[in-house]
């Protein structure tokens, strides 16, 4: 089975860094997918990782560690509208196909 | 405004009704998938269809029947549901690639009350 772990909140200041850590164990990885969920919308995709190491895109970046099952989600220069749920999401191949895995999610609240 | 279009946004049934979801995209992806989402916990995945094809059934209980009739569209049956099957129901579609930096994309789901 799967198991995905997130720490459930966090709270940081505009302007700052946050990190939010995943820790994961599974069978058939396939790669790592970070989320970001506004309240009543829809997950929207925010990066991916599939090899350890860290992966930047503008303010957020992500680094997967396969050996250790840990993956951070590294959020510069905090914006209010950044306040959502981040969801990390494992890929494992099974017979049937590919399946997205979700963590517990973290809620990230930016305060001024 | 995302590229998978969920209707309807919102639903009101019985626990005696017949609906259906449905669930369109047109980015050519011929992999497909539902989730349930409760409110504060991550979505939960009920079925994959690739290549039109059930491919997954996560053991979800029969009063939910998923069709895809062809590679854009997906429906979701729903009949004789209990009122904890009220959730979100979110749609996303993707390629079906085992690998690579292929994200499955969600629509805005159907927030489904269950009287």
């Known amino acids: 089975g799967q198991n995905i772990d997130q720490p459930t909140e ?6 700052a860094i946050v990190q939010i850590n995943c820790t ?3 069978s058939g990885f396939n790669g790592l997918f970070w989320y ?8 929207t995709f925010l990066s991916y990782n599939v090899l350890d190491g860290l992966e930047e895109k503008g303010r957020f970046s992500s680094f997967l560690s396969r050996s250790k099952g ?22 494992s191949f099974t017979g049937g196909g590919n399946k997205l895995t979700f963590g517990t999610g973290t809620q990230l609240k930016v305060e001024l | 405004d995302t590229e998978v279009t969920q209707t309807p946004k919102h639903l009101v049934m019985g626990m005696t009704n017949k609906k259906s979801l449905k669930c369109e995209q047109h980015m050519g992806h011929r992999a497909m998938y539902w989730y349930k989402q409760k409110a504060k916990k991550p979505p939960e995945l009920m079925f994959v269809y690739s290549y039109e094809k059930l491919s997954i059934n996560e053991s979800v209980p029969s009063r939910f029947s998923p069709e895809c009739p062809n590679s854009s569209l997906l429906n979701l049956h729903l009949h004789a549901l209990q009122p904890e099957d009220s959730a979100l129901y979110l749609c996303a579609s993707s390629q079906v690639r085992a690998a690579g930096n292929q994200p499955q994309h969600f629509g805005d789901g159907t927030r489904l009350s269950i009287l």
Request: with cysteine.
């Open chain 1, 36 to 43: 970001q969920q506004h309240a009543g919308e829809a997950p």
């Open chain 1, 70 to 91: 840990y993956s951070y989600l590294l959020l510069k220069e905090l914006q209010m509208k950044d306040s959502a749920s981040y969801l990390c999401a494992v890929r």
């Open chain 1, 24 to 26: 994961y164990q599974t």
């Open chain 1, 10 to 15: 966090m709270t940081a200041t505009e302007g």
